[in-house]
């Protein structure tokens, strides 16, 4: 049974409800925002209840599915952040304001900032996986004090695929710290040439420290190896491990990585449980 929304702004999603597969809401699309050559910010005007970290499963009739995370914190609208990379996420990305989505969610563990408060966060993202992220740093800029120390790093390809850039002033504002670097050749005032492990030689390491880490997964292992040859914990670390979610409900077992299932086990893990 399909479900619409006819009152858009007074819908409120349940966070971690576990829907059942035919339970679609269609919503309006409120605003679009082109970020990169091929990737795009959705806005819808809904209040959610989530964690940073979980997703959606976003759907169009006869076209398909595709897990995309939410990278926002407000309460009064919520954000994705879509890369035009195949069939659907190629159709959704041309879709026009006031076009309907189908959603099913939010699913998955994500990260349960309450049990954070008083550490200090160290936020390390590698292009699109900057965007799970993002909805970290929305909600450490609106609870700014019931948090220590926030150092984000980041690193993208070019000065061309830069996410979220306009946002980067008002973190600072915010009292946290951000560096970031361009692997291509730039002139950038602000990028540092190189990939994100090489503003990361100075950071310290305190038992106090937590990193939340995503992007590539070959960036993810580069920087997991560096972060423990540095000195900090396994249990220090997580990781966001967002790979080939397909029913988001731990039936099909396409994303099972050791025996845990990304969609519902995860996408947000600690390091040690997977490693």
Same mark, same amino acid.
């Given at each position: 049974?399909?479900?619409?929304?006819?009152?858009?702004?007074?819908?409120?999603?349940?966070?971690?409800?576990?829907?059942?597969?035919?339970?679609?809401?269609?919503?309006?699309?409120?605003?679009?925002?082109?970020?990169?050559?091929?990737?795009?910010?959705? &806005?819808?005007?809904?209040? %959610?209840?989530?964690?940073?970290?979980?997703?959606?499963?976003?759907?169009?009739?006869?076209?398909?599915?595709?897990? %995309? *995370?939410?990278?926002?914190?407000?309460?009064?609208?919520?954000?994705?952040?879509? &890369?035009?990379?195949?069939?659907?996420?190629?159709?959704?990305?041309?879709?026009?304001?006031?076009?309907?989505?189908?959603?099913?969610?939010?699913?998955?563990?994500?990260?349960?900032?309450?049990?954070?408060?008083?550490?200090?966060?160290?936020?390390?993202?590698?292009?699109?996986?900057?965007?799970?992220? &993002?909805?970290?740093?929305?909600?450490? *800029?609106?609870?700014?004090?019931?948090?220590?120390?926030?150092?984000?790093?980041?690193?993208? &390809?070019?000065?061309?695929?830069?996410?979220?850039?306009?946002?980067?002033?008002?973190?600072?504002?915010?009292?946290?710290?951000?560096?970031?670097?361009?692997?291509?050749?730039?002139?950038?005032?602000?990028?540092?040439?190189?990939?994100?492990?090489?503003?990361?030689?100075?950071?310290?390491?305190?038992?106090?420290?937590?990193?939340?880490?995503?992007?590539?997964?070959?960036?993810?292992?580069?920087?997991?190896?560096?972060?423990?040859?540095?000195?900090?914990?396994?249990?220090? %670390?997580?990781?966001?491990?967002?790979?080939?979610?397909?029913?988001?409900?731990?039936?099909?077992?396409?994303?099972?990585?050791?025996?845990?299932?990304?969609?519902?086990?995860?996408?947000?893990?600690?390091?040690?449980?997977?490693?």
């Amino acid at each position: 049974m399909k479900k619409k929304c006819s009152q858009t702004k007074n819908f409120i999603f349940s966070k971690n409800k576990k829907m059942a597969e035919d339970e679609i809401v269609f919503l309006p699309i409120d605003k679009i925002s082109q970020q990169t050559e091929d990737q795009f910010l959705f &806005r819808f005007k809904t209040t %959610i209840s989530h964690d940073p970290g979980q997703f959606f499963q976003c759907s169009l009739l006869g076209i398909g599915e595709s897990a %995309i *995370s939410i990278c926002s914190h407000s309460e009064n609208f919520f954000e994705l952040s879509i &890369r035009s990379v195949g069939n659907v996420t190629n159709k959704l990305c041309n879709l026009k304001k006031g076009d309907q989505i189908g959603l099913r969610g939010p699913y998955g563990h994500g990260y349960e900032m309450e049990q954070f408060h008083n550490k200090d966060m160290v936020i390390i993202g590698g292009g699109s996986g900057v965007a799970p992220l &993002r909805g970290i740093l929305e909600h450490l *800029s609106k609870y700014r004090e019931k948090f220590g120390t926030v150092e984000i790093f980041f690193g993208f &390809r070019g000065e061309k695929d830069i996410l979220f850039e306009s946002d980067f002033e008002k973190w600072q504002k915010k009292d946290m710290s951000l560096a970031f670097t361009l692997s291509e050749e730039h002139k950038h005032p602000k990028a540092k040439k190189g990939f994100v492990t090489n503003i990361l030689e100075n950071l310290k390491v305190t038992k106090n420290k937590l990193i939340f880490l995503c992007g590539p997964p070959i960036m993810i292992t580069n920087t997991a190896k560096m972060l423990l040859e540095k000195g900090f914990m396994k249990s220090q %670390i997580y990781v966001s491990e967002e790979r080939q979610m397909k029913c988001a409900v731990g039936r099909c077992g396409h994303c099972m990585i050791k025996g845990k299932y990304c969609c519902t086990d995860g996408p947000v893990f600690r390091y040690d449980e997977l490693y």
